[in-house]
């Protein structure tokens, strides 16, 4: 995911009028308490083909091209309803706002994307889950308030939570939790991952494959030619070029001479510390109060969920293994194990320490003090 600079985005004036007819129609239909009856004009090329102007022909979510497949315009606070919200009448006042516009493609848009043939995550769609903030209902209310869950390519800082390692699978970049992630013990990141299926298994190799391309060419990128193709890469008309900038910064950043080392090479080194923010977001933290050979083998952890009974396995580096895929937070890998956007995962799953079952939740209640929720 990429930056896509929307400011002093403005639609065609002809397009613009006809929108505003139709908008028109649809607040007196709201008004009214009638059926409203929203025109795509979203989809027509004045306002599509300005879109792509910004970034070239890609999603702009999973930034896969968008070739010979229709191009989708979604909306990012959806205009007909909230999926999460029952009653909630969707955001109708921005359906034809084009700041509220995103490029998808049909996987992050519609589903679609498979795991080892199985289908994963749900997509975007109508979901528009919030992290924290006042939730808008009406044209007047204050958007601003909002605390999206999902990441935003149009929004400035949104894209540098998102990071990529070397095997191209997509994960949070080291960016610390904000307040609202640690209140709810989310991760926007890993969230953002599952509902768009960003590690779905036709993306992961192609970007490992452009990680690899990108670190060798830039090896010999004092040749103009080499140059070329690195920038051509890394540029926002690329595919995964997210991932191919990563690449090129950690192949720069590795090549810098080393620091000389620090002349108190004789202190010793600190005991580890407990972040109480991290800690109640991911496991990370936690992994020093259990034993490291049962981490080494993998622990057990069970969770229970309308009478089905689901497992997963906590490796030494703190992630989350479900059926095989890697989750670094708790309550994402139990909404990925029950395919339920509302588990709490501290509370869902279970492991036992000293032949003694407790839940995530209550082990990190040992080991991290309590903080103030703001």
Known sequence: MRHVNMQGLTAPPAWAAKAKRTLDAVRAAVAAGTEREFNSHWAEDAVRDLLLGLVGVKCWYCETLIVRADITVDHFRPKSEVLEVPG???????????????????HCNSGGARYNGVREGRAKGSQFPLIGGTRARTSVDDLNREQPLLLDPAHRSDPDLLGFDSGGYARRSNTPYSP?????GLCRADETIRILALNDSHLVPLRARLIREVTVLARHGDLTDIQQLVDDKVGPEAPYSAAAAMALALHRAVAQPAAAPATAATTPAAAPTTDPARSRVDLHDLLQHLDP??????????????KKVHQ??????G????????????????????????????DFWHLTIGGVEQTLAEFRAQHVPPIALV
Do not use: Q
């Not at 609202?180 to 709810?184: F, I, L, S, V």
């Not at 050979?293 to 309308?306: P, S, V």
């Not at 997963?312 to 580096?317: G, K, M, R, T, Y």
């Open 88 to 106: 909630h009448p969707g955001y109708w006042w921005l359906a034809y706002d084009v700041s509220n516009y995103r490029i998808a493609c049909k």
């Open 180 to 184: 609202a992630e640690t209140n709810r």
């Open 319 to 346: 992630h989350i293994d479900v059926s095989g895929r890697l989750w670094r937070t708790p309550t994402t890998a139990a909404r990925v194990a029950t395919g339920s956007n509302k588990i709490n995962g501290w």
């Open 312 to 317: 997963a396995v906590l490796n030494h580096e």
């Open 293 to 306: 050979d049962d981490l080494k083998a993998g622990i057990t952890l069970t969770g229970r969920h309308e």
